[in-house]
Nanobody, 121 residues
Framework: QVHLVESGGGSVQAGGSLTLSCAAS?????MPWFRQAPGKEREGIAL???????IYADSVKGRFSISKDNAKNTLYLQMNSLKPEDTAMYYC??????????????????WGQGTQVTVSS
């Protein structure tokens, strides 16, 4: 199992930016970022595939950017133009379960502990 540690969360005002990091120990290929707001399901918001392609949920497209430094085995999420509705706990994941859509949380075996992002209006 892959060990994951997220960092970089915090409190910002609407319109601000944050960069999240996810340090991984172990083999990683495709990796996603998920988020979970209070009372809501965990949702996949961005994926970077092993060949470098990226996919985004409509809710963050054009504002968030996912990247991965393979030499450091670290995943990043650059978040710009933040909105109050982006407030959530953010998680990275690894080790996909084949046959499950990437945006579904049960499709990933390894998870970090999460980092909180709070956006005030």
């Amino acid at each position: 199992q892959v060990h994951l540690v997220e960092s970089g969360g915090g409190s910002v005002q609407a319109g601000g930016s944050l960069t999240l990091s996810c340090a991984a120990s172990g083999y990683t290929a495709s990796m996603p970022w998920f988020r979970q707001a209070p009372g809501k399901e965990r949702e996949g918001i961005a994926l970077i595939v092993s060949d470098g392609r990226t996919i985004y949920a409509d809710s963050v497209k054009g504002r968030f950017s996912i990247s991965k430094d393979n030499a450091k085995n670290t995943l990043y999420l650059q978040m710009n133009s933040l909105k109050p509705e982006d407030t959530a706990m953010y998680y990275c994941a690894a080790d996909p379960i084949h046959g499950v859509a990437w945006w579904v949380s049960r499709g990933w075996r390894s998870w970090g502990q999460g980092t909180q992002v709070t956006v005030s209006s």
